[in-house]
C-alpha cells in the first residue's frame, strides 16, 4: 500500500468546471505540500499547510489530520490549469525529505 | 530575487560514465534537497542537505552521492550510470531553519539521458 495516494489519476474537465484532487496518507505528518507540474518538468510549490484550508486565486486547499486526508480544489477551471498535481508529505523530520503521491494528470479543454 | 538554477538543463551519457549535476539556491536558502523523477517510480527523495552537512538520504544505492558547499550551491553525482539512472534530476530550496513548516521552491531539472 502507498503511503500517499492521490485519486483519480487522471482528470478531465470542461473549462469552468469545479474541480476536486484527492490525497490520503498512512504516514505521521505535520505538514502538506501540493505542487504543481507543467509539461517540460517544472514544478511550483501550491501550497504547505499544517492544518484547516488556504485559499490562493482558484486555488482552495484543505487539511484534515485526524483523517489523514486533504483535497485540493480549482474553481472555474481553465485550460491553463491543465498539469500534473502531486501531493507530497514530509517524512524524518525534515522539510525536504518528501514522500510523493503518483500525481493527477488534469485536463481542461475549452 | 533569482530562483533556483539547475545546470545543465538536458545531459546525455552511456552506460559506466559518471554525472555531476549543479543545483543554486535561491540567495539565503541553506538547505537543498534533490529528487529523481521517472515514469515508473514517479518522484522519490535522493537527499538533502543543509549548511554543507547532509542531513537526510533516500533510499538510492551509494553510486548516488551529493555535496553543499559553503555558499549553499549543491552538487549530485552519479557514477557508474546505468540505463535506469535515466530520469529527471530535481532540486529545491528552503531556508532550512524552520522545520518541515517551509515551502519548498523548485529548479526546472536535468533531463539524464543514459544510452
Known amino acids: 500500500k502507498n503511503e500517499v495516494e492521490q485519486s483519480p489519476q487522471n482528470l478531465t474537465a470542461q473549462e469552468g468546471e469545479f474541480i476536486t484532487i484527492n490525497c490520503s496518507y498512512s504516514?505521521?505528518?505535520?505538514?502538506l505540500h501540493w505542487l504543481q507540474q507543467h509539461p517540460g518538468g517544472g514544478i511550483v510549490s501550491l501550497f504547505m499547510?499544517?492544518?484547516g484550508k488556504k485559499k490562493h486565486g482558484r486555488l482552495i486547499a484543505t487539511i484534515n489530520i485526524q483523517e489523514k486526508h486533504s483535497s485540493l480544489h480549482i474553481t472555474a477551471s481553465h485550460p491553463r490549469d491543465s498539469a500534473v498535481y502531486i501531493c507530497?508529505?514530509?517524512?524524518?523530520?525534515?522539510?525536504?525529505?518528501?514522500?510523493f503521491g503518483k500525481g493527477t494528470k488534469l485536463s481542461v479543454k475549452p | 530575487k533569482a530562483g533556483v538554477t539547475q545546470t545543465p538543463r538536458y545531459l546525455i551519457k552511456t552506460r559506466g560514465q559518471q554525472v555531476t549535476l549543479s543545483c543554486s539556491p535561491i540567495?539565503?536558502?541553506?538547505?537543498v534537497s534533490w529528487y529523481q523523477q521517472t515514469p515508473g517510480q514517479g518522484l522519490q527523495f535522493l537527499f538533502e542537505?543543509?549548511?554543507?552537512?547532509?542531513?537526510n538520504k533516500g533510499n538510492f544505492p551509494g553510486r548516488f552521492s551529493g555535496r553543499q558547499f559553503s555558499n549553499s550551491r549543491s552538487e549530485m553525482n552519479v557514477s557508474t550510470l546505468e540505463l535506469g539512472d535515466s530520469a529527471l534530476y530535481l532540486c529545491?530550496?528552503?531556508?532550512?531553519?524552520?522545520?518541515?513548516?517551509?515551502?519548498?521552491?523548485f529548479g526546472s531539472g536535468t533531463q539524464l539521458s543514459v544510452l
Open positions: 499547510l499544517s492544518s
Open positions: 542537505y543543509f549548511s554543507e552537512t547532509q542531513r
Open positions: 507530497a508529505v514530509p517524512y524524518g523530520g525534515s522539510q525536504g525529505n518528501l514522500i
Open positions: 540567495s539565503g536558502h541553506r538547505s
Open positions: 529545491a530550496s528552503s531556508p532550512g531553519d524552520s522545520g518541515v513548516n517551509e515551502k519548498l521552491f
Open positions: 504516514v505521521g505528518i505535520s505538514a
